[in-house]
């Protein structure tokens, strides 16, 4: 029997069941009346917080989001912005009088600037090929933006126009390609391309600062800037790979040019990926985040120090190891504070700029981001969020500490639900690997009863579930519908050491099969699991895991897979970026044929036998929509109990409201149907 330990964040669900009767389990009716906090900007004088909000309307199937602000002191924070249902990115200006913010209230989205109260709200740019992204430079004179902009066209704003009306104009809608990447996460590469631009900040004298065949900065799924401007307002540095062939390649490196347009300039030569560049307040030293080796997506992320006068760039984390996330300069330029994902929870470290140990500031049971500090270097702001609570901003002293939430924007809403803290446990996999999990018990949790269990896979792979709240796989949905919700941390999952990391790279349906199956029959011997009314899901990598194990367990009375890989060799043929791929498998399918075969589900279709829901987005580039369609005809081939939902409006997730609602719904109904759980 594999060993477990059960280690509670928090009180167990004691006293629980007499609240249901004030309260109801959470739903995803529950979750789409939440707000969705973003953004947080700290005004240069450090006395207000300027955020975004995001509010669902169901009924139009819109994500509505305005710009508030509220007091570092604490108060009850206020919306400045009503009119369009697009208000994000506030950006303050050096005297914190002002606050410039993207806004399609005009019909586009331009930039627009207003008073710290909401009035003389005024439009800065109509600019054809819009904007995005803004960045205020701290002499107050140039707002740096981005813009999807003609080439040929770059600042020239008739060019662009009329562009736009020719493509849009035109009947033949085809596509011709003649390199790869044409296509990439949701969208077909097309003729324009993502540049940098600067305006005054008066919205005269536009210029573009990136011209050029290449997207700058290159793709993201989100996390800090990749570019920056300098403190002295004369620089814009920026993140852009300029490989022949970007389907390959992650060597994105740092990049200079002057803020009023010119030459650029190289700043960095490593072999992987180099991206979100941040100026030392005195302008000295450029931080940024690093990775060693080509080609590796999920190589580790160090924290690198460049001095501007010689150019010479320093690991400052060489020994830490652990990846680095969001990056902020202490004001007066001695520390950097990042972040740091560890065994599910993401904390807050600090190191001297010359360089030695680093050292925690804020560690404990949540995950934290954003991090901003007052001129005075006395005060931060944070965002901190957790399995069972949405983002908030909190106020605490540099020093660390309890931090003083400035934000309730969801108690109202959550105090009359049931929402479960998250609960840890561990068990021992085939090969003595110590594998962790998170737990998350139904609301009217009794260790007298036995439950349906849910065990739901990360994707990535290299990724991990966590004290996070997300609104795409909510384990507390899950659980509001009586599931004991279980999510598992194998091989591949970040936050455990590089060689965890690694340790599935060539191995998709290996240790990481073991680990998954090894806290499966950890959780089937719980007195309150019931091991005949067990269910697992998985979206992505999850997806493949979820496939894989559809040919090697009957355990399961059934399964979802979202955005799975089925057909490993058509899968690496059809996908955008090939370079993961070329990794994960050590080249593509032609290089290496036995390592395809070996981890494919798709050679494994004889073995299929539990009931499955499939579910795919047509506009899905990373893993294409053809693999779960295969899946679902394997699955009816060999008569097994299955169900295709598709999402011709959707990419690799699901993010429109109305389709979410279905997501939840459909999800629900099909294990339930299975697993009978009431």
Not at 334 to 357: H, K, P, S, W, Y
Request: hydrophobic share 35%; net charge negative.
């Amino acid at each position: 029997m594999r060993s477990i330990s059960l280690v509670l964040l928090c009180a167990a669900a004691v006293g629980v069941p007499a609240l249901m009767g004030q309260k109801q389990p959470f739903t995803v009716d529950t979750m789409m009346k939440l707000a969705r906090m973003s953004e947080p900007v700290l005004s240069p004088d450090g006395t207000q917080v300027a955020f975004t909000v995001q509010k669902i309307d169901l009924d139009k199937n819109t994500k509505p989001s305005q710009v508030y602000v509220v007091p570092v002191l604490g108060g009850a924070p206020r919306q400045l912005t009503t009119a369009g249902d697009t208000n994000e990115r506030p950006r303050w200006s050096p005297d914190s009088k002002q606050i410039f913010f993207v806004s399609n209230r005009s019909g586009s989205s331009q930039i627009w600037a207003m008073n710290v109260d909401g009035s003389n709200a005024h439009q800065i740019t109509k600019f054809a090929a819009e904007a995005d992204g803004i960045l205020v430079s701290p002499d107050d004179k140039k707002i740096v933006f981005l813009s999807s902009v003609y080439p040929d066209c770059g600042a020239d704003d008739a060019c662009n126009q009329r562009k736009i009306d020719e493509e849009s104009k035109n009947r033949v809608k085809a596509r011709i390609y003649t390199t790869l990447l044409y296509r990439h996460w949701t969208q077909w590469q097309g003729a324009r391309r993502r540049h940098l631009m600067v305006v005054n900040s008066d919205g005269s004298d536009l210029k573009e600062l990136t011209p050029g065949p290449n997207d700058v900065p290159p793709f993201s799924l989100g996390g800090q800037d990749d570019y920056a401007i300098s403190p002295d307002s004369n620089e814009v540095a920026f993140a852009m790979n300029v490989d022949p062939d970007p389907a390959t390649s992650t060597n994105s490196d740092i990049y200079v040019v002057p803020i009023g347009g010119g030459d650029v300039k190289k700043i960095t030569t490593g072999p992987g990926a180099d991206n979100t560049p941040l100026y030392s307040p005195d302008g000295k030293f450029l931080a940024f985040r690093s990775q060693a080796r080509a080609g590796y997506e999920s190589d580790r992320w160090r924290l690198m120090e460049l001095d501007r006068a010689t150019g010479r760039a320093t690991s400052l984390t060489e020994n830490l190891d652990r990846w680095v996330g969001s990056v902020t300069w202490s004001p007066d330029s001695t520390r950097l504070f990042f972040t740091v994902e560890d065994r599910g929870r993401t904390g807050l470290q600090m190191i001297q700029a010359t360089g030695g140990g680093s050292r925690n500031i804020i560690a404990g049971a949540s995950t934290l981001d954003d991090v901003q500090f007052t001129s005075d270097g006395r005060t931060m702001i944070y965002t901190e969020v957790s399995g069972s609570h949405p983002a908030e901003i909190y106020r605490a002293t540099s020093s660390g500490g309890a931090g003083v939430p400035l934000t309730h924007l969801n108690d109202a809403v959550l105090s009359n639900a049931v929402v479960t803290p998250l609960e840890e446990m561990y068990a021992d996999s085939s090969d003595k690997t110590r594998v962790h999990a998170f737990v998350v018990k139904p609301p009217d949790f009794s260790p007298t009863k036995k439950y349906p269990v849910l065990f739901l896979i990360h994707g990535g792979p290299q990724g991990s579930w966590g004290e996070e709240w997300t609104y795409r796989w909510n384990a507390q949905v899950f659980a509001g519908a009586g599931y004991l919700v279980v999510m598992p941390n194998p091989r591949g999952s970040t936050g455990y050491g590089q060689k965890y990391t690694e340790e599935i790279s060539g191995d998709w349906g290996g240790k990481a099969y073991d680990d998954v199956m090894a806290v499966v029959d950890s959780v089937a011997a719980l007195p309150y699991a019931d091991p005949a009314r067990m269910a697992a899901a998985g979206g992505s990598y999850g997806g493949y895991m979820i496939d894989w194990m559809l040919g090697h367990t009957d355990r399961f009375k059934a399964f979802v897979t979202h955005a799975g890989v089925f057909d490993l060799r058509s899968m690496a043929a059809e996908t955008e970026e090939l370079w993961f791929v070329q990794w994960e498998f050590k080249g593509m399918p032609w290089d290496n044929p036995e390592l395809y075969s070996k981890w494919s589900p798709s050679y494994f279709v004889k073995d299929f036998k539990t009931p499955t829901l499939v579910i795919h987005g047509e506009q899905d580039f990373r893993v294409p929509v053809s693999q779960g369609m295969q899946l679902f005809t394997a699955l009816k081939s060999q008569k097994v109990p299955a169900k295709l939902l598709l999402f011709p409006d959707e990419g690799h997730w699901v993010l429109k409201p109305q389709n979410t609602v279905l997501w939840y719904s459909q999800f629900l109904d099909w294990i339930g149907q299975w697993t009978k759980a009431q």
